[in-house]
């Protein structure tokens, strides 16, 4: 599932090819479940005559904001991808829905398993105020990630999973800075010491940093992995550590790399490096003052 780096990767590809400034002449379903919330029809007429403003990301969704204040949020779920086309626009297998531009071209979403959504948002605060901080905004600290995580007795995993503690960390990137971080997935998230707490903080924005300038994670080559606009690979597998790389050795210690089920999805660390004990039962469990 694309993440917060793939999502952002697509967003600057959207971006560099001009999306923003478009004027939408026409909307166009093919499956009626990709509009959310409100009938294909009406949704499409909505966006008719519309000129999309900007183009940003929040969380995993891309945002493409309109001239009448609203804006088109865009959920790639599983294995939603789009691409931009001069018109007419050659119809794929899993072509869902259709963008006209007025420029002569079609942005296209495909999605083969069909769990991707379109939404319409008055405005994106009040349709998304349930998500949890940007983890690469400045306002991202060690205190807020331990303020969000010191009350929370479940699995540090799914818990980093929880769009409402952080946003856009999916599950490549909770394994990868769970690793970088030397931190078992299966502590309870209120049990980290504040050491701890400073050193996850780190390793998730350098790895998200990380995963975002090599354009995301493209893994394997089957037709429903992550490609951005234009069928473009991210080039991130190469900095991947743990995830799905069980059976071999840690890159660290030599140590053969786990896979665990956690919280109902499987989850890769390295036994000797992530040891499952806390490091220090003196230290306070607190936030970070
Ligand atoms: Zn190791």
Known sequence: M?????????????????????????????????????????????????????VSRRAKYIVLS????????????????????????????????????????ALVFNDTRTFGRFQLADTVTGTLANIGPEPLDDAFTADVLAARLH???????PVLLDQSVVAGIGN???????????IHPERPAASLTRREMVRLHAAIRATLARAIQANGTTLGSATTNFYSVAGRRGSNADNIRVFRRHGQPCPCCGTTIR?????????????TCQPRRRPNPSSPVSPLS
Request: charged fraction near 25%; charge should be positive; proline fraction near 8%.
């Open 172 to 182: 490549i990137y909770a394994d990868e800075s769970l690793f970088a971080a030397r």
């Open 66 to 105: 309109l001239d009448d204040g609203r804006a088109l949020l865009i959920h790639l779920r599983m294995t939603g991808k789009l691409r931009l086309e001069p018109l007419p626009a050659k119809p794929l297998p899993h072509d869902r829905a259709q963008l006209i531009f007025a420029d002569g071209r």
């Open 259 to 271: 896979r665990a089920v956690v919280g109902g999805r499987g989850t890769h660390f390295c036994p």
């Open 2 to 54: 694309p993440e917060l780096p793939e999502v952002e990767t697509v967003v600057r590809d959207l971006r560099a090819a001009g999306v923003a400034n478009a004027v939408i002449d026409e909307c166009r379903f093919y499956w009626p479940k990709t509009a959310a919330c409100l009938p294909p029809e009406q949704f499409a007429a909505a966006l008719c005559g519309r000129t999309v403003v900007a």
């Open 151 to 157: 009350s929370r007795r479940r699995a540090v995993k």
